[in-house]
């Protein structure tokens, strides 16, 4: 068998912290679900807006880690931590058995003053680093480039600093267009970064989401695909249905391709996920 057929991908899944308690208790029993779909691990966001991330990103972790016995990974956002807030929530962390996080810049918000100890997301791994060896890091990567980044070289250098800081592992945006990702892996592989990217993957399943999506990223909208949002636009159910059609194309051809792993961003949708599990179980299959 050769090493390419032999290489296994992974699984894994995203989730966010709800902001009301209907929206938490509706996630509890996705978690349920998304249990029986074996994932190799569930990553919790965590938005610079968020004020008290003990009580939403890491009571989930725990929840997720603790009650589900999935590997959780606890988002951080470094612009607006100070060194005391990171020190209280790794402490916290580690308590709770959890010793993976993956460590993001995060957005600017207008108007709002950072904290100023950590400018970049490489600054935020070296901190970690430095403070507890036992942290599994990950970092995100952006295949179209960051919104911030002057150009491509810039973002793959700033990238590398990333991963030599510390992340074991990067998690990619999500994209449409797998060529991209594809050209990004080989940008990488010059640059002499060899850490695992997993390609991020959000199914699109209804036509505001993919409204907000194209009008909020920079993300590229292939032809085809938007022609399914043109041809189903007023047919929900059918623009579902294609629009997992079309999630689950992406998967297969990058699992073909000897892709690290696809991490699904599920909106905390547990029959999206279900659906896309089912349908590429056999490609995970050890």
């Known amino acids: ?4 057929s032999a290489h296994q991908p992974t699984l894994s899944f995203e989730i966010f912290p709800p902001n009301t308690k209907v929206g938490e208790e509706k996630l509890i029993q996705t978690l349920s679900e998304l249990k029986g779909l074996t994932p190799k691990f569930i990553s919790v966001t965590c938005s610079n807006r ?11 972790a725990d929840y997720v880690q603790n009650q589900l016995q999935i590997p959780a990974v606890a ?21 709770k058995g959890i010793d ?56 793959v250098l700033h990238l590398k600093q990333k991963v030599e800081a510390g992340c074991t592992y990067l998690v990619s945006q999500l994209f449409f267009d797998n060529q991209s990702f594809y050209q990004f892996q080989e940008n990488c592989a010059l640059a002499g970064i060899n850490v695992p990217i997993l390609a991020g993957i959000m199914p ?11 009008q909020t990223s920079k993300t590229k909208v292939p032809a085809k695909f938007k022609a399914i949002l043109e041809k189903y636009e007023h047919r929900p159910q059918a623009l579902r249905e294609a629009g997992l059609a079309y999630a689950i194309d992406q998967i297969v051809d990058l699992v073909t391709q ?22 590429t179980q056999a490609l995970f299959a050890s």
Not at 259 to 279: F, K, P
Request: glycine share 4%; net charge positive.
């Open 75 to 95: 988002h951080l956002p470094a612009l607006y931590l100070s060194k005391q807030q990171v020190n209280q929530i790794l402490t916290a962390l580690a308590q």
């Open 204 to 214: 699109i399943v209804n036509r505001n989401q993919a409204i907000r999506l194209i």
């Open 258 to 279: 000897n892709v690290d792993g696809i991490h699904l961003y599920t909106m905390n949708q547990a029959q999206t996920a279900r659906d896309i599990s089912q349908a």
């Open 100 to 155: 993976r996080v993956l460590a993001l810049r995060g957005d600017k918000i207008a108007g709002v003053p950072t904290k100023g100890d950590f400018q970049y997301a490489s600054d935020l791994v070296s901190y970690v680093k430095s403070k507890n060896q036992a942290f599994t890091i990950s970092g995100a990567c952006y295949p179209e480039v960051h919104p911030d980044s002057a150009n491509r070289v810039e973002d």
């Open 1 to 4: 068998m050769s090493e390419k």
């Open 50 to 60: 968020q004020h008290n991330i003990e009580q939403s990103t890491v009571r989930l």
